[in-house]
């Protein structure tokens, strides 16, 4: 299946680790060149580094951002446009929510998480607009989680932020479809990344089990029993990147395993 990549050229924030580095990955697989941007300059030079060598015909460069800081936002996607040429994807990946009860969280955590995600993925995207306007593919891809739907437990702030992202992303495919822009969001269940980790963790903790157990615990609400993985999520944005996808807009996909229960 010709999916028209080749060739497009992609911002991905949050891209040095976990979901970021595997959509990075997966693009650069069909051919796209790449923006990495993320506050860990090393892990984002590793990555480009390993980008390249795999894929020499693809141009790759590692951009610095600090997303709680908005001047280092507009410089990082002047940086990268500039590097790349143009610009015909944005992927807005980093971001997360700190995961435990209300009274367990860190006050100054609100501010820090909420400044990154939704309020950094909306100046990125402000900054990417004038670009992707000039663009004849052009889209946005927003990583949300599926607690902006269906909250549940150790997810007072995962809620909220989430469920932000996914409003911003059908105001956002609203406003910018006039200019050809899709904007949808990918919703992942609990993925195996270092968070997974994390929730394995806290569930042991909470219900006195082992990790073993608590891992199990959490499959068992998984209706097909798996843990996802990042790879899952970044098919997915390949295909949404792509010209197969061109009237699919202000949507948001749950990738869990079927978990979520509602419609």
Request: glycine residues 8%; proline residues 5%; aromatic residues 4%.
């Amino acid at each position: 299946m010709d999916l028209a990549l080749k060739n497009r050229k992609a911002i991905i924030s949050g891209a040095n680790r976990g979901i970021g580095k595997s959509i990075a990955l997966a693009y650069a697989a069909e051919g796209v060149h790449l923006a990495l941007l993320g506050r860990n300059r090393e892990a984002c030079s590793e990555l480009a580094q390993e980008i390249a060598k795999a894929h020499p015909q693809i141009k790759c460069v590692a951009v610095h951002v600090e997303l709680e800081e908005p001047p280092t936002i507009k410089r990082a996607v002047e940086e990268s446009v500039h590097a790349l040429g143009g610009l015909d994807i944005l992927v807005n990946c980093a971001g997360g929510a700190y995961r435990g009860k209300l009274t367990e969280i860190p006050e100054d955590a609100w501010e820090r998480y909420f400044k990154v995600k939704p309020l950094g993925l909306i100046r990125m995207t402000r900054e990417a607009v004038p670009y992707l306007r000039k663009s004849d593919q052009p889209r946005v891809i927003n990583i949300s989680g599926t607690r902006g739907r269906e909250p549940g437990p150790q997810s007072v702030m995962a809620g909220p932020i989430n469920f932000g992202t996914l409003s911003v992303t059908k105001a956002l495919a609203n406003e910018l479809g006039p200019f050809g822009i899709t904007v949808n969001a990918i919703a992942p269940g609990s993925t195996r990344t270092r968070r997974w980790d994390e929730l394995v963790t806290l569930t042991a903790r909470d219900n006195k089990l082992s990790e073993k157990e608590a891992e199990a615990r959490l499959l068992s609400e998984v209706p097909l029993g798996i843990v996802i993985e990042p790879e899952d999520i970044s098919d997915l944005a390949v295909f949404l990147a792509s010209a197969r996808a061109r009237a699919i807009s202000g949507t948001a996909i749950n990738v869990d395993g079927g978990r979520t229960r509602s419609i």
